[in-house]
């Protein structure tokens, strides 16, 4: 069964759209909306392992630029 995990992203002010542009770009991402509320971004990530899903937020998700926290739920 596929791991599936949804990425609640606050970003440096005016930088929402440098961040969900660089963010489409990573594979592994199925989903990358601008929201309202209290983050500024919820992305929508699909791997294998919950270790894939792992990878792709601290190897690729936490070093792009403009992001300044991130909080990653697990779907059950």
Known sequence: MAA???VLIETAVDKSRDVVAALRDIKGLTSVDTVTGPYDIIA??????LNDIGDIVTGKIHHTPGISRTVTCLAI
Request: charged share 35%; proline share 0%; hydrophobic share 45%.
């Open 44 to 49: 929508i990530i699909e791997g294998e392992t």
């Open 4 to 6: 599936k995990a949804f």
